[in-house]
């Protein structure tokens, strides 16, 4: 099941950074917008949980917070759990797509450092041959 939510979670991001990349682009705003989306794709899966877990498990917005930013960044105090089987079942998917999503943004953001980095390599030769 996880590696059926990583491919198809893949294959969207995947699709999104396809549509966005424009050959005469810069790299770099290319990279940027890349990390912003993948950056609000996570914040939007927070916020899903944030609600989820406010008005399904009538936890307040501190706990439903912490929560979902302890868990999408794979930390996972457990100060909080749910022992509700409709809780277990909606976090279970939510915490593999969450997981994907935090990988996503990692990965961008590697992009981007090696993007500003080429970028940098790119002008020292250009300043050295010009």
């Known amino acids: 099941m996880a590696d059926a939510i990583g491919q198809l979670t893949g294959l969207v991001f995947s699709k999104l950074e396809a549509a966005a990349n424009d050959e005469n682009a810069d790299p770099v705003k290319q990279q940027v917008k890349a990390l912003g989306r993948a950056l609000l794709v996570h914040f939007a899966l927070c916020a899903v949980g944030v609600a989820f877990d406010m008005l399904v498990l009538s936890w307040t917005f501190e706990q439903a917070f912490l929560q979902s930013i302890v868990t999408l960044t794979t930390v996972g105090l ?40 080429d970028a940098e390599t790119s002008k020292k030769q250009f300043s050295v041959f010009g």
């Not at 457990?78 to 509700?84: A, L």
């Open 78 to 117: 457990g100060e909080n759990t749910t022992g509700s089987r409709t809780g277990q079942l909606f976090l279970s998917f939510w915490m593999l797509f969450g997981t994907a999503s935090l990988a996503n943004v990692v990965g961008a953001f590697g992009g981007l450092m090696s993007a500003i980095k």
